[in-house]
């Protein structure tokens, strides 16, 4: 394959849902496999049917070919499901594919999540070799009796064992962590930010709990079996965790997301900034120029599509102008550096306040936004009810 060839060799299938092609400098890898599905998880996992591996590389080689490549690659996510449940073979292949069909960005950021339990130094060098930079571990929490609470089948030293490798790696660390655990109090809650801290990531994203409909815990909490924190308790850990962070140098620059100085997710800030991204995999989401479009969520489905030349094309929508402008907006406003007015009316040709002006101007006098020197941002208030807001800014297209 020649890297810089903008031509796709294999025709683009058009059943059921044709699929979209667009230039962008981004690509997220769905990787499905997990050891077992965690009591909370409703993401697009398959548990076990390892053997599916060699048809699912086939897979992504069918949905590389149909991938436009005109542009070089500045960032990469290989996230799941579980990565490093690929055979070290497997994601060698996945690998060399991107190689073969991209040309690198120089200084791209390559991120491969990871399960503490899978990674060796073997997997590490094989994975710099090939040019990852960045190693997203799903720690969830640092304490024993919190990681079975939220069933998760890993242990601290396993944790402890994972991050120093990747450090002595020289690999940047991200952390995915877990507040408002049932159970959980805001003093184990003070513990485990501490744990963080010390822990030498560079990167840490921090998610409340949230249990969805046809999970374990859905069904647990439907049969009184399991409590969620309240919701002041929830508030106050957030608040903390933003206190804490940030008085220890931590930049807050995602609703959800802390980094070191000069350690923010390129790739994550891509989709903050409303920009194009391939996407590969089942139920993997890409976006080009307002059409996005999700691959179908069961991996058996899409094996079985995409290994036939059809489309894997699940979910496919062709925003509005309008819609389109609005995503933007919130999307911005995820982020802690907010809404450059004047950014934003040269990039969209309408400014937020023509676009959306009513709904602003009751969420700045409600004190869930702040206007600030041309810029609009989530005020402390509104990053607590963040999520409650977005319909609303979106609902009016
Ligand atoms: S490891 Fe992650 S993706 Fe897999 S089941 Fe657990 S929460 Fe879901």
Same mark, same amino acid.
């Given at each position: 394959m020649n890297h810089a060839d903008s031509q796709t060799e294999a025709p683009l299938p058009q059943e059921p849902i044709p699929?979209?092609?667009?230039?962008?400098?981004?690509?997220? &890898? =769905?990787?499905p496999f997990c050891r077992h599905r965690c009591g909370y998880c409703n993401f697009a996992v398959v548990v076990g049917h390892r053997e599916w591996e060699p048809r699912l590389l086939r897979a992504y080689g069918?949905?590389?070919?149909?991938?436009?490549?005109d542009a070089p690659l500045e960032t990469l996510y290989i996230g799941g499901g579980t990565p490093s449940r690929l055979s070290l073979p497997g994601m060698e292949q996945l690998l060399e594919l991107i190689h073969s069909r991209f040309r690198i960005a120089p200084g791209a950021e390559w991120t491969v999540e990871a399960n503490p339990e899978d990674v060796s130094p073997a997997w590490l060098r094989l994975?710099?070799?090939?040019? &990852?930079?960045?190693?997203?571990?799903?720690?969830?929490?640092?304490? #024993?009796?919190?990681?079975?609470?939220?069933?998760?089948?890993?242990? #601290?030293?396993?944790?402890?064992?994972?991050?120093?490798?990747?450090?002595?790696a020289g690999l940047v660390l991200s952390?995915?962590?877990?507040?408002?655990? #049932?159970?959980?109090?805001?003093?184990?809650?003070?513990?485990?930010?501490?744990?963080?801290?010390?822990?030498?990531?560079?990167h840490v994203s921090l998610y409340g709990l949230?249990?969805?409909?046809?999970?374990?815990?859905?069904?647990?909490?439907? =049969?009184?079996?399991?409590?969620? &924190? &309240?919701?002041?308790?929830?508030?106050?850990?957030?608040?903390?965790?933003i206190q804490r962070l940030t008085a220890a140098g931590w930049e807050h620059y995602e609703v959800s997301n802390f980094a070191r100085p000069g350690y923010l997710c390129r790739h994550n800030l891509n989709y903050w900034h409303c920009d194009d991204y391939h996407a590969w995999g089942p139920g993997?989401?890409?976006?080009?120029?307002g059409t996005r479009q999700t691959n179908h969520p069961s991996t058996s489905t899409?094996?079985?599509?995409?290994?036939?030349?059809?489309?894997?094309?699940?979910?496919?929508?062709?925003?509005? #102008?309008?819609?389109?402008m609005r995503e933007a907006l919130v999307l911005a406003l995820r982020t802690t550096a907010g809404v450059d007015v004047g950014a934003f009316g040269r990039r969209w040709g309408t400014s937020p306040?023509?676009?959306?002006?009513?709904?602003?101007?009751?969420?700045?006098? /409600?004190?869930?936004?702040? /206007?600030?020197?041309g810029t609009l941002r989530l005020s402390r208030r509104g990053l607590l009810v963040s999520d409650a807001l977005w319909p609303e800014l979106l609902a009016e297209a």
């Open positions: 699929l979209a092609q667009g230039a962008a400098r981004s690509l997220y &890898v =769905h990787v069918q949905e590389a070919r149909w991938t436009r490549n994975l710099q070799g090939y040019g &990852v930079t960045r190693i997203s571990l799903g720690v969830q929490s640092f304490r #024993p009796e919190k990681l079975r609470r939220l069933d998760r089948d890993h242990q #601290p030293q396993q944790i402890r064992r994972a991050i120093d490798r990747v450090l002595e952390l995915d962590v877990i507040f408002a655990a #049932p159970g959980e109090t805001l003093s184990q809650w003070r513990q485990e930010l501490e744990a963080v801290q010390a822990s030498g990531a560079q949230t249990i969805e409909r046809g999970t374990w815990f859905w069904s647990l909490r439907h =049969h009184g079996k399991l409590h969620e &924190v &309240v919701e002041e308790v929830q508030a106050a850990m957030y608040l903390e965790a993997a989401a890409r976006h080009y120029q899409y094996l079985r599509r995409v290994l036939a030349g059809r489309s894997p094309v699940w979910q496919s929508e062709r925003l509005s #102008p309008q819609l389109r306040w023509q676009l959306a002006g009513e709904t602003l101007r009751r969420f700045v006098e /409600e004190g869930f936004l702040e /206007e600030c020197g």
